[in-house]
């Protein structure tokens, strides 16, 4: 007889994960106004230079990156996780590694470009795990 999953080890609901990826993208204007808007502003204002568009984009990219990266790998949630209770774990237990972190951050973009197409993933999925978590080996869980 197969071992039922503890609770903890359960993936939140979907709705728990689009009510914290809202209250993520509150909190984010906040890191991005003050990562992203103010040196850039202040560089204009001060130097009358501004960044290409493409410059600015891998700028939010490489903020945002900075941003998931340093919370998941300290404690695998952000403060939008921690709130709705949702930690991101290595699918075989052990410590998220830099690799699993840099990948399933990549891989999330498309789903979230087209539209948040990447929720229509954990429909489907038999564990509720979006596509860019099993190619990069994590996992949400409940804390």
């Not at 290409?52 to 998941?72: E, N, R, S």
């Not at 087209?114 to 564990?127: S, Y």
């Amino acid at each position: 007889m197969a071992d039922l999953p503890d609770a903890h080890d359960a993936a939140p609901s979907i709705r728990r994960r689009l009510l914290c990826m809202l209250y993520e993208s509150l909190l984010l204007v906040g890191v991005l106004a003050v990562a992203f808007f103010l040196p850039n502003f202040l560089i204009g204002m001060f130097w009358q230079i501004a960044m290409p568009g493409p410059l600015l984009w891998l700028h939010v990219f490489m903020v945002l990156l900075a941003y998931f990266g340093w919370l998941w790998k300290r404690g695998g949630q952000t403060l939008a996780m921690q709130t709705w209770k949702i930690r991101l774990v290595s699918a075989d237990g052990a410590a998220l590694t830099n690799r699993q972190i840099l990948l399933r951050y990549a891989l999330a973009w498309p789903g979230i470009l087209m539209g948040g197409l990447g929720l229509l993933w954990a429909l489907v999925d038999p564990d509720r795990q979006f596509l860019h978590d099993r190619i990069a080996g994590t996992r949400l869980a409940r804390a």
